[in-house]
C-alpha cells in the first residue's frame, strides 16, 4: 500500500502600508495604501475597531492608531501605525463695517484667539494690525479686505473681513443773507451730502437737514457736519 499526501504552501503577505503624512490638521486628510498585486484579502480597523475589508487604500481624518490584517489562504500579516489629527486655531474678527477716508487710525485685534502667532495682511495694514484709512494707498472710496493669519503647530486659519471706506463729501455752504438785522430769519444751506449737522444749536431752528433757518441776536458763527452715509 501506499498513500499520497499533499501539502499546500502559501506565502505570507507582507501588511506594510504606506501613508501620505503621519500628522496632519482638522479638515485635512491622509490616505493609507497598500501595494496588493496579489489581491490578498485585507481588512482595516482604527483602534481596533474594523472599519471596512477587502479594499487596499483608506481615508484617514481621525486620530488613532490604525491596523492593516492581510491574509492569504491560512497566513497572515498585521501592520499598524499612529496618526495624529491636530486642531487648528480658533479666533473671531471684527464685523464689516464703514470707515470715512478722513477717519482717524485704528488698532484691529482678532477676537479670543487661541494661542500662536498671527499676522495681519491687506491694503495699508500692518503686521500688528494698525491701519489708517486717510493714507494715500488706502482708496477714496469703495471696499478694503483685511485679512488675519493664524499659526499653531503647523496649522493655520485664516479669516477676513471688509472696510468700506466712504468718500470725503465735497462740501458747499451758502446764505441768503450776507447782512441782517437782529433775530431776522436767515437761511443757511448746505448741499454735498446726505446727512447734515449744524452747530451750535442756539438761535436755529433745527440742527439736521440740509438747510436751517437762523434767528440771532448777535454776530455768530455756525459749523456744518456733513457726511456722505
Known amino acids: 500500500d501506499s498513500d499520497t499526501l499533499v501539502l499546500r504552501a502559501f506565502r505570507t ?7 501620505s503624512a503621519l500628522a496632519i490638521c482638522d479638515g485635512e486628510q491622509i490616505v493609507l495604501s497598500y501595494d496588493n498585486p496579489n489581491n490578498y484579502q485585507t481588512a482595516w480597523s482604527r483602534d481596533n475597531a474594523l472599519l471596512v475589508v477587502y479594499i487596499d487604500s483608506l481615508i484617514v481624518t481621525t486620530a488613532g492608531t490604525y491596523k ?3 491574509q492569504n489562504d491560512q497566513c497572515f500579516d498585521e501592520y499598524s501605525a499612529t496618526y495624529e489629527v491636530k486642531p487648528k486655531p480658533v479666533f473671531s474678527l471684527p464685523s464689516d463695517m464703514v470707515v470715512c477716508k478722513n477717519g482717524q487710525p485704528m488698532q484691529f485685534f482678532p477676537v479670543n484667539p487661541s494661542p500662536g502667532n498671527g499676522s495681519w495682511s491687506g491694503k495699508c495694514i500692518n503686521s500688528t494690525g494698525s491701519w489708517d484709512p486717510a493714507t494715500s494707498d488706502v482708496p477714496d472710496s469703495g471696499p478694503v479686505n483685511l485679512s488675519y493669519l493664524l499659526i499653531a503647530e503647523g496649522c493655520s486659519t485664516s479669516k477676513s473681513f471688509t472696510i468700506d471706506v466712504g468718500s470725503v463729501p465735497e462740501v458747499t455752504v451758502s446764505i441768503s ?3 441782517a438785522e437782529l433775530n431776522q430769519p436767515v437761511t443757511l444751506s448746505a448741499s454735498g451730502g446726505i446727512a447734515f449737522s449744524w452747530s451750535p444749536a442756539d438761535g436755529l431752528n433745527t440742527t439736521r437737514g440740509p438747510s436751517v433757518i437762523a434767528r440771532i441776536p448777535e454776530s455768530r458763527t455756525y459749523k456744518v457736519e456733513v ?3
Open 227 to 229: 457726511s456722505s452715509a
Open 13 to 19: 503577505p507582507d501588511a506594510l502600508f504606506g501613508a
Open 177 to 179: 443773507e450776507d447782512t
Open 68 to 70: 492593516l490584517r492581510v
